[in-house]
């Protein structure tokens, strides 16, 4: 059995913190291997990235989830309860729960809300000084998903909710206040989309037919039991919450937008282009830095001994910058994707493999529809100026938003 590459010090979790999007790529390139071991929250955990190692990971006869996620990721981002921590069929049974939501014309649907309200947000914008675009377009969305699941909000509420979805995706690596604000904000979402969820089973406030609400609420497990209603608001988090955090791919596109100016053109009515274009802003830009699983029995892989339980973290940042995936992968080239097949194991921004069968993420249709979109809108429905601003972004920060959220000023309805 070869020898698995070791990191040296007693405990790496301060080291993750600190190198962030880095911390397994710089590990593997020192070890010359896309394994390794190291101890992540005092616990023995092996890191790998690239193809055969995606593949490895997607395996569900392999590894499992249950207890995978560390808490602090449970009690802000996820949840606990839902879909992203079940095995067998209990996964594939509220898996597919999710898949029955993405349809083409569900997706269209919120594709038109996103294009109708980015359009009446304009006039607004032209009035304001600077904007930034995250915040705004955090709002714009909390707006759009609100209404797309079946829950539209009153006009007053949405700051609040979309403050309260960002808490969410900003703290599961902080420490301190700004992470305790997430657990607050996950825990009163809860209790608050668990009543909804009573009041629509009760028939007191009934869900569009249709709407994801309505699936939610009265999806059925394989044994006929209806969700508990705080595990069916769990649930229905893991549509508003990740619908927002397209923002940050769309902050992300239009960093892209200005860095690369002559890609204006090129994208501007060229569906083709636009794609290849998110495709690059998906590979190229730090989200979703990692995917954890566990071992689930024993087995030995390419000479490296995998024991039963033992936590396993997939480099999804690392895997999209793999070199020798994607040659010169610091570059910024959307035509690395025109003509090429795209693998379900090499570009796993959102995760990889099959979306019904594993864990690979069930809103990537809409984040890719979402960003065609917002780039049309940012080329073509409007003009806009980015004032000078520090643009660098932070990969030891998770997520590592543009300071200040992307800036933009200048604002003016062009169609
Ligand atoms: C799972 C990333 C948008 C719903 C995931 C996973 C990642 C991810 C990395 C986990 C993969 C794994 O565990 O192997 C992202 C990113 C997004 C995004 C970067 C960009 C904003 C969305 C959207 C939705 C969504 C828009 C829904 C409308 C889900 C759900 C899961 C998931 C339900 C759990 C799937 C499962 O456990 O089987 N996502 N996602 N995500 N995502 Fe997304
Ligand atoms: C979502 O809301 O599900 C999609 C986007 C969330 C991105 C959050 C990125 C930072 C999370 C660090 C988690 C480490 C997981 C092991």
């Known amino acids: 059995m070869a020898s698995m590459p070791a990191d040296r010090s007693p405990d790496s979790t301060l080291a993750l913190l600190r190198s962030g999007y880095r911390f397994i790529g710089e590990r593997c390139e020192r070890y010359d291997s896309d394994v390794f071991r190291t101890r992540i929250l005092l616990a023995p955990t092996i890191c790998l990235r690239g193809r055969p190692a995606t593949e490895l990971f997607y395996d569900t006869e392999r590894f499992q989830r ?93 700051a609040d909710r979309a403050v309260e979805l960002h808490a969410m995706i900003e703290a599961p690596a902080l420490v301190g206040p700004r992470h305790w604000r997430g657990r607050l904000a996950r825990r009163r979402a809860e209790r608050r989309l668990a009543a909804l969820v009573e009041r629509t089973r009760t028939g007191l406030a009934p869900a569009p037919a249709g709407s994801a609400l309505a699936v939610i609420a009265e999806h059925r497990d394989g044994r006929g039991d209806l969700l508990p209603r705080r595990i069916a608001a769990v649930e229905l988090l893991n549509l508003l919450r990740p619908v927002v955090a397209v923002d940050q791919y769309i902050a992300f596109a239009a960093l892209a937008l200005h860095d690369h100016p002559g890609w204006r053109d090129r994208v501007r009515d060229d569906d083709e282009a636009t794609e290849n274009f998110v495709q690059e802003v998906r590979r190229y830009y730090p989200f979703f830095p990692m995917a954890a699983a566990r071992v689930r029995r024993s087995f030995d892989w390419e000479g490296h001994h995998f024991p039963r339980g033992r936590r396993v973290l997939l480099d999804l940042y690392g895997t999209n910058h793999h070199p020798t995936l994607w040659p010169e992968p610091e570059l910024f080239r959307p035509e690395r994707f025109a003509g090429r097949h795209v693998d379900p194991y090499e570009l ?39 004032p000078v601003q520090d643009l660098t972004l932070d990969l030891r920060r998770m997520p590592a938003l543009p300071p200040l959220g992307l800036t933009i000023t200048t604002i003016r309805r062009t169609d």
């Open 66 to 158: 249950a207890t995978a996620m560390p808490l602090r990721v449970q009690r802000t981002l996820t949840g606990r309860g839902g879909v992203q921590g079940l095995d067998g069929t209990e996964h594939t049974d509220r898996k597919a729960m999710f898949m029955s939501i993405m349809t083409p014309a569900a997706i269209r649907r919120l594709g038109q809300l996103f294009d109708d309200e980015w359009r009446a947000r304009i006039p607004a914008w032209e009035a304001a000084g600077p904007v930034s675009l995250y915040d705004e377009l955090g709002r714009l969305l909390t707006r759009v998903v609100y209404a797309w699941v079946g829950a539209p909000l009153p006009a007053s509420q949405v």
């Open 348 to 386: 796993i921004p959102q995760g990889g493999g099959d979306h019904w069968a594993g864990h690979r993420c069930a809103g990537e249709w809409i984040t890719i529809d979402l960003m065609k979109r917002a780039v049309a809108n940012l080329t073509t429905t409007m003009r806009y100026d980015v």
